[in-house]
């Protein structure tokens, strides 16, 4: 089922760097992007998505950059927190049969 | 957004077992998902259910050792049968609750088989 590669497998930021997750998919139907985060022993929450008729996408600290030609998109933290520290899907899906595919995940801790 | 309740939250089971996973949506929806995360692991999709049909199940998973039922639109759940370690994983509920492709997450049902 894995059709959306993620890296780096864990990340370690200072607080106040920048953290940056990459995901690479292969599917070229797929036409919506979303990035999930997780906390212990919690659910997934959706944190941002985008579309492919777009190349960035910005909510707060939290921007998704988007590669149509390259298929790959981005996750950037700004100025990252210690309660950022969390797990990050990217996930992709072709909108209309809620096919969704997540990517392995990325443990970010973010050093105070 | 949708609010999906999941029970239990977490069993201790013994091997050859089953256990029933409960999931209730406070709103009225189409599809529910069953995905499985095994332990430090990504999502994996384990079915589709649909109201008043069959799930359709994702490739490696059957319905022998997944049953899902689906009597209503806002309830599904998820029976693990003949339950061995391999087992050991957290069941997440998902539901599309607007229909724009955005899933919402239960909090998961923790599963350790001893």
């Known amino acids: 089922q894995q059709q959306v590669k993620q890296s780096p497998q864990s990340l370690i930021v200072q607080k106040g760097g920048i953290s940056i997750i990459n995901c690479a998919y292969e599917?070229?139907?797929?036409?919506?992007f979303p990035w999930y985060q997780q906390f212990p022993g919690k659910g997934p929450a959706l944190l941002i998505a985008?579309?492919?008729?777009?190349s960035e996408k910005k909510e707060g600290r939290f921007t998704i950059s988007f590669n149509k030609s390259a298929k790959q998109f981005s996750l950037h933290i700004m100025d990252s927190q210690p309660g950022d520290s969390a797990t990050y899907f990217c996930a992709a899906s072709i909108m209309n049969n809620n096919d969704m595919r997540f990517g392995a995940g990325t443990r970010l801790t973010v050093k105070p | 957004s949708a609010v999906i309740s999941q029970k239990p939250s977490r069993d201790i089971c013994q091997r050859g077992t089953s256990l029933t996973i409960q999931c209730q949506v406070d709103s009225q929806v189409t599809m529910m998902f069953w995905y499985r995360q095994q332990p430090g692991q990504s999502l994996t999709l384990i079915a589709t259910?649909?109201?008043?049909?069959?799930?359709?199940?994702e490739s490696g998973f059957v319905i022998d050792k997944f049953p899902i039922s689906r009597p209503n639109l806002t309830f599904s759940t998820l029976t693990v049968s003949n339950m061995s370690p391999e087992d050991s994983s957290i069941y997440l509920c998902?539901?599309?609750?607007?229909?724009?492709?955005?899933?919402?997450f239960g909090e998961g049902s923790r599963l350790t088989v001893l």
């Open positions: 998902s539901v599309d609750a607007r229909n724009t492709g955005e899933l919402f």
């Open positions: 259910a649909n109201q008043g049909s069959e799930a359709t199940y």
């Open positions: 599917n070229t139907a797929f036409d919506y």
């Open positions: 985008i579309r492919p008729d777009v």
